[in-house]
């Protein structure tokens, strides 16, 4: 619990599954911080302190946190992060500024109260999965036959994803998402993502920005990914 009169709050989740003989097996861990905020006017906010029914429930179910640090994770085994040093030698990096800038791709978005929650502001997870669309359309269109051809074998896996918003969006404002490249390995690449709303004589106002990681990996028997070199029919075209 953080911020303006303790407004503000730091998420930590612990993605598992269970298997057949019971063991619990860690597959992602995500962190999420929100905070409350009044709506004054369209995309525009401010910090208001956490309402008291709030606090107490916190208090009550015993929910603040008593330690700086996370819980941990207890009988969960630690998780194997999948960073840039696995999956081999950089092939190729683009500025994400400048002549060296590399933008493949982009979609518009007419948003509307479909992608709106009980603030009225376009909901954050819509964020994810435009992310998400994008990057299967920019793959897609590199080799449509690989692309639907992947499998646990050979897949496009992501391992790191990430949103960080800057102000927000309103229902019916239109958001454009660009994608870039950003860092090519011989065995995954970086991705970078820009989401801007779309005002009056197309001026972009700028609303967030992501990062997205992808290796291109088979899944072994204990179902860790294991990276290999990315087939030549997608980086061919992705080093262009």
Known sequence: ILGYKDSSLKLKFEWCKFTSDGTVVPVAFSDHQLSWIKVVGHGVVEAVECPPFFAEFLRENELVPKRAKAKEAGDIPPAEDLTSQDLGALVKEYDLIGKNKSTVTEITIDTSMQHSNLAQNIYFSNYFAWQGHLIDKYIFGLDPQLYMSMSPKSQFATTRCLV????????FDRITITLQLHRIWQQGMDLYLEYFKMAP?????????????LAWASIDETDKYVPQDI????LNKITG
Request: aromatic share 8%.
């Open 201 to 213: 004589q197309d001026e972009k106002i700028k609303l967030a920005f992501g990062r997205h990681t």
């Open 231 to 234: 087939p030549g029919a997608f």
């Open 164 to 171: 960080t918003h800057l102000r927000e969006a309103m229902p």
